[in-house]
């Protein structure tokens, strides 16, 4: 093994120029990263023989870490290099995400956190943070009911967004990770940090409401597409009329219910009108509902929701990274 880290170590430093050419952020050292990288490369036989199989994904990942500006450094957790799919991939914690998110200027701060169903939780409304009490020093909280994350913006406002259990579940059913522990049982953050991975997913969901950054999006998009992490959720899609803009707030909460009985056009129907992004939420969250109790015939038609096409967009417009 010992020759196989000189290599990888020659292809490491060979990344110098394209790694000082991409730096997001310039307070960022080669050297220091480089050899986080050996050491973490190095530790692991099975991450050094993957890299070894794929030098070319070793390259990536280091020149990943420079573009999107976020630390290999182990004690940081911020981010990791890991063996997926038979090459080396660039990683992010849930908590490097905050940091990108900090560090950018998108939010002055953000916490994420996992709600059992000993606790009490409550929203306040959309400029207060969630009410979540608790008992730090139970044994036991009983099971998992959701995740949620709140974050202020340096305006002052606070952004919350919530996701049950079978929310993040269904986004974990279409990672490559889980996937390989159902087909290989190899084993995977899902498996042994489901906590953490869930606050992971509402962040990433989240970010779409946070104030847009550059690295912070790229940081989404590389998780999204080079980690096959399966944040594109698809949903049902149905023929649209546009009705009238200026819809009041609080038409949008009594009139959610009564579309969603009608199906996925009426909910669609509602989607464009000139909707707040909180109004949306609730929009999306009857849309779940429905889907939960579709009918074949309405299977057999598609709206894109959080995190692939929104209703209404074209089928050869992109969709934004989740």
């Not at 038409?251 to 056009?265: M, N």
């Not at 509602?270 to 299977?299: F, I, M, N, V, Y």
Request: aromatic share 8%; proline share 4%.
């Amino acid at each position: 093994m010992a020759n196989a880290l000189q290599i990888i170590t020659d292809e490491v430093y060979a990344t110098r120029t394209a790694f000082e050419a991409a730096l997001a952020d310039r307070s960022m050292n080669f050297e220091r990263e480089a050899g986080f990288a050996l050491q973490i490369l190095g530790s692991n036989d099975y991450a050094l023989k993957i890299g070894m199989g794929n030098r070319q994904s070793v390259v990536n990942a280091v020149t990943n870490v420079a573009a999107i500006g976020i630390s290999l450094n182990p004690a940081l957790k911020l981010a990791y290099l890991v063996p997926r799919d038979g090459k080396i991939c660039l990683d992010l914690s849930y908590m490097g995400l905050v940091h990108l998110a900090i560090d950018s200027g998108s939010i002055k701060w953000a916490q994420a956190e996992v709600v059992y169903a000993g606790d009490a939780f409550k929203r306040l409304g959309y400029d207060r943070p969630p009410l979540h009490e608790y008992d730090s020093f139970s044994p036991d909280r009983g099971e998992v009911r959701g995740v949620y994350v709140v974050a202020k913006t340096v305006d002052g406002d606070y952004l919350t967004t919530t996701m049950t259990v079978d929310d993040v579940n269904a986004i974990r059913d279409r990672s490559s990770a889980w996937k390989a522990w159902i087909e290989k049982k190899r084993s995977c953050p899902w498996v042994t940090d489901w906590s953490e991975m869930a606050k992971k997913t509402v962040i990433k969901r989240a970010y779409k409401s946070w104030p847009k950054t550059q690295r912070l999006a790229a940081a989404i998009q590389h998780l999204n597409t080079e980690n096959e992490e399966g944040l594109a959720e698809i949903a049902e899609r149905a023929p649209v009329n546009v009705p009238a803009p200026n819809v009041p707030a609080d038409a949008v909460l009594h009139a959610g219910e009564t579309a969603a009985a009608k199906g996925v056009a009426a909910l669609k129907a509602w989607w464009e009108k000139d909707l707040s992004e909180p109004q949306r939420e609730t929009l999306k969250g009857h849309l779940r509902r429905l889907k939960a109790t579709a009918t074949e015939a309405d299977k057999n038609r598609t709206i894109d929701n959080e995190g692939g096409r929104e209703p209404g967009q074209d089928d050869d417009q992109q969709p934004e990274a989740a």
